[in-house]
């Protein structure tokens, strides 16, 4: 049984999100935005620059909606500094090849991990498409929510953008 994809598709780093943390998907959904004061962020987007320098075609917007890193004949590539949340940055690239696919174009996912000088190749089963359906699912869920899902300490928490919002009461 399909989903109303026209109804359930979001940007992909919503997808993302969704795998690193729920609270960090509905504070980004809601606007609530400290991610320009992140050392992180800028240090990604500077990775983002520099990666295939030799390349033209960068920066590929589908519907206003999804922003490719890059797309060939046959990839979309996606460009990540490191392989810390790989699961997170999978499902991203599945999801774009699964919007993809409701467009009626097939490709294969690519993800250049900067750091390591690692690339990993993910095709999109139909395993693969039945996660992305009922994460989107989810994630609308969530995005309806009228308070945040409840604080949940992560190992990574103390290097995410919304630190300081999210601790703030919890300081001695
Ligand atoms: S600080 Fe932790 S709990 Fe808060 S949004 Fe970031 S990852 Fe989620």
Redesign the pocket.
């Known amino acids: 049984m399909g989903i109303d994809f026209d109804k359930l598709k979001v940007q992909g780093v919503k997808v993302n999100y969704f795998y690193?943390?729920k609270?960090?998907l509905w504070?980004f959904s809601k606007g609530i935005s400290m991610e320009q004061n992140s050392d992180r962020v800028l240090y990604g987007k500077l990775v983002h620059k520099n990666a295939y320098p030799r390349l033209k075609k960068r920066e590929v917007l589908i519907d206003d909606i999804l922003k490719l890193d890059i797309m060939d004949k046959t990839y979309v590539k996606e460009i990540k500094v490191s392989s810390k949340m790989t699961e997170a940055d999978k499902m991203q690239l599945l999801y774009y090849l699964y919007y993809l696919k409701q467009l009626g174009i097939e490709k294969k996912g690519m993800i250049n991990y900067v750091k390591e000088r690692k690339l990993e190749e993910i095709s999109l089963t139909a395993e693969y498409e039945k996660k992305i359906e009922n994460t989107l699912v989810e994630i609308n869920r969530i995005l309806k929510m009228e308070t945040p899902p409840a604080?949940?300490k992560?190992p990574?928490?103390k290097k995410?953008a919304?630190?300081e919002f999210?601790y703030a009461l919890e300081e001695d």
Request: net charge positive; charged share 20%.
């Open positions: 690193i943390c609270r960090k504070l604080l949940k992560l990574y928490c995410c919304y630190y999210c």
